[in-house]
């Protein structure tokens, strides 16, 4: 599960859980209900884009 994933944002240096990731939608067109992207809870930068719909 990718909840388990810790990501490290490369402005500020935070290892941040997935888990305790902000999410926020995605721009550029991409379904909202699929993807969303995954924001360090510190300095606001983008870390990931993750798809969260489907099977
Ligand atoms: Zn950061």
Known sequence: ??????LRC???GR???VADAH????????D???WQT???PTC???LKTVFVGGE
């Open 10 to 12: 490369a402005t500020c």
């Open 23 to 30: 999410r926020r939608e995605t721009y550029g067109g991409l």
């Open 44 to 46: 606001g930068s983008r």
């Open 15 to 17: 290892a941040v859980a």
């Open 32 to 34: 909202s209900d699929a």
């Open 1 to 6: 599960m990718i909840d388990t994933e810790t």
């Open 38 to 40: 995954l924001c360090c």
